[in-house]
């Protein structure tokens, strides 16, 4: 009986090193260059730039009248709790509100098709004001998030958990959401007037 050879587990396969004389001056590493850096130089860091609205998590830039980001699924929860989009607003925050609707959202109500008919009507009253998109694409929670960013001035409108989940994580803007059939708001400061839930 001849002996059994057992497989070896985890073994490498041996590999030429690139630095190793056997191979041509073409393929092999070259040696890396230390640059001498100059003390004289001035250092340079990148540091983020935070708006001059926020004064910690506080955004100054929010007060009445409300300027209200609606996303598409608001408008279908909307609906769906037969609840007035601009008097519910109005409800919750105790001050006048303009609902702002991006060309993203509108095209994504749009594709939605006949089922959605009644969201598309909604969305095109004259007391919602239109902004336009500049970007490629009509994904529209990127362009909601990108413009919240931006601009501290808006309210988000949203029930989407991960559009939610992407917000909670810039600074100073609040997110209008839909429970026990009306209009709720999260992370609004007392001083504004708003009542917290």
Do not use: W
Not at 172 to 193: A, Q, T
Request: proline content about 6%.
């Amino acid at each position: 009986m001849g002996k059994q050879k057992t497989k070896k587990f985890a073994a490498m396969k041996r590999m030429i090193n690139l630095k190793d004389q056997r191979l041509k001056e073409k393929d092999r590493a070259k040696a890396k260059e230390k640059k001498k850096k100059d003390p004289s130089q001035l250092k340079e860091r990148e540091v983020t730039k935070y708006p001059s609205c926020l004064f910690f998590q506080y955004n100054t830039q929010l007060g009445p009248p409300y300027h209200i980001l609606v996303d598409t699924n608001f408008i279908n929860f909307s609906i769906k709790a037969k609840l007035d989009i601009v008097q519910s607003m109005m409800d919750c925050l105790y001050a006048k509100c303009i609902p702002y609707i991006t060309d993203c959202v509108m095209a994504e109500i749009e594709k939605l098709g006949m089922k959605y008919r009644v969201a598309l009507r909604i969305a095109k009253d004259p007391r919602f004001e239109r902004l336009p998109c500049t970007h490629k694409g009509t994904y529209a929670d990127d362009c909601l998030v990108q413009r919240v960013t931006q601009h501290k001035c808006y309210i988000l409108a949203t029930v989407d958990r991960d559009l939610k989940r992407r917000v909670r994580k810039i600074p100073g803007v609040p997110i209008m959401y839909i429970s026990n059939h009306r209009y709720n708001i999260e992370r609004m400061p007392d001083d504004y007037g708003a009542p917290r839930f």
